[in-house]
């Protein structure tokens, strides 16, 4: 993998460990969510407009590209915030980011993307990594209650969000090489910000938005801000990089996340995620020599 697109990606691995924390935080976290997206949309509204003045999005097939990104990313954003309504973020968040136990197939099988041996090796650490965050001890027991909590409905949205961070992944891969990655981006998340913000206007209590943005604000234009920034970088790694690769490398993210919880909502560290931590870092310098 090339020097510029992994530092990319290291960036992003820290503004992203920040906004999923801040996200925690929200009282109601679809209003949260949503509140966020809207600030997104009007933050970034002026910048879009010179850029599409100044370049154009490129290709009469832009809207299909922002709508089907729009859904999947809809999608991740409902799974993660289900999955956070149920298990605590330093569960939730590992699994959530576990876009390696499917991407490499996916990527493979509609892409053709193809990784060497150390990009086998490097990716096969950081999902073995990601699978021991949810380890409590390396006891028997602690493998069964693992296998017994794959079926808990928190898992199973972390899951599926994990899917869809596969997914649009690829979706991305390919818009980009067509599209600014700014310009892509604003698009799709102004159509969920669209969506999102009607559903405050007409399903969302008032009092709910009123508490949650007077509390939040401040944290919300963050998540709004970060959420933005995060992932157009990591569109520019993914136009220099191969999917899979950038999609290992943000699973770094884990380890800002699991430190967050425990700096400053008490979360406990127990010895095999200290063990998964050392497996990340390996897996995620590797990938520096993948190609």
Do not use: C
């Not at 999955?83 to 996916?106: C, D, G, M, Q, W």
């Not at 700014?182 to 709910?208: E, N, Q």
């Amino acid at each position: 993998m090339q020097l510029v697109p992994y530092l990319l990606v290291i960036v992003s691995v820290f503004t992203h460990g920040i906004w999923n924390f801040l996200a925690k935080q929200g009282q109601n976290k679809d209003v949260f969510i949503g509140l966020s997206l809207v600030s997104s949309a009007v933050m970034f509204f002026i910048p879009y407009l010179v850029l599409l003045q100044r370049v154009g999005y490129g290709t009469p097939r832009w809207p299909l590209f922002a709508i089907v990104a729009a859904v999947i990313s809809g999608l991740n954003y409902f799974f993660l915030m289900q999955a956070y309504k149920h298990i605590e973020l330093s569960v939730a968040y590992p699994i959530a980011r576990a876009s390696t136990l499917f991407l490499p197939f996916l990527a493979y099988a509609f892409i053709g993307e193809r990784i060497d041996t150390i990009g086998i090796i490097s990716i096969g650490l950081i999902t073995v990594a990601v699978l021991g965050f949810q380890l409590e001890s390396f006891s028997k027991a602690a493998f069964l209650s693992f296998f017994r909590n794959l079926m808990r409905p928190g898992i199973l949205y972390a899951l599926l969000t994990a899917l869809t961070v596969a997914g649009y992944t690829l979706w991305d891969k390919v818009a980009v090489t067509d599209i600014h990655p700014f310009l892509y981006f604003y698009s799709y998340t102004s159509l969920i910000a669209l969506v999102y913000g009607a559903w405050l206007l007409t399903k969302a209590p008032r009092a709910d938005i009123r508490m949650e943005w007077q509390a939040r604000k401040l944290s919300i234009v963050m998540v709004g801000f970060l959420n933005m920034f995060t992932y157009v970088i990591v569109l520019f790694a993914l136009e220099m990089s191969k999917a899979t690769y950038v999609g290992g490398l943000r699973q770094l993210s884990l380890v800002v996340g699991m430190f967050l919880g425990w700096k400053f909502l008490n979360e406990e560290i127990p010895f095999p995620r200290i063990v998964s931590v050392i497996l990340l870092i390996i897996g995620s310098s590797l990938i520096v020599f993948a190609r």
